[in-house]
Nanobody, 128 residues
Framework: VQLQASGGGLVQAGGSLRLSCAAS????????MGWFRQAPGKEREFVGV??????????YYADSVKGRFIISRDNAKNTVDLQMNSLSPEDTAVYYC????????????????????WGQGTQVTVSS
């Protein structure tokens, strides 16, 4: 599956931004879809994941974004979106979407190593 992330940009603190990850080649609902981010000089960090449809499409988030970020899937468009609200400068990073196979357990999906396919990343910059 090929992934393409989009929607990044510059936003003021307290603002919102919506990222989208488009998939081609496969149906996105058959994959566990994760979002990660990487700030300069830091390791890639888990943001959240939406499980594949056979696992109930449950969502899980990192504590740092819980209550502010929402992951959703649009089956008709074959996309997974990341709605980011109440953004702060600490959210500044390159954001990546990633796909993992159906057999992956949740603990595996909380780290970058658990994913099989990656998009190219989109820059999000939050100004203070």
């Amino acid at each position: 599956v090929q992934l393409q992330a989009s929607g990044g940009g510059l936003v003021q603190a307290g603002g919102s931004l919506r990222l989208s990850c488009a998939a081609s080649g496969r149906t996105i609902s058959t994959y566990n879809m994760g979002w990660f981010r990487q700030a300069p000089g830091k390791e890639r960090e888990f943001v959240g994941v939406i499980r594949w449809r056979g696992s109930g499409s449950n969502t899980y988030y990192a504590d740092s974004v819980k209550g502010r970020f929402i992951i959703s899937r649009d089956n008709a468009k074959n996309t997974v979106d990341l709605q980011m609200n109440s953004l702060s400068p600490e959210d500044t990073a390159v954001y990546y979407c990633a796909a993992a196979g159906q057999t992956k357990i949740l603990s595996t999906l909380l780290s970058a190593g658990g994913y099989d396919y990656w998009g190219q990343g989109t820059q999000v910059t939050v100004s203070s």
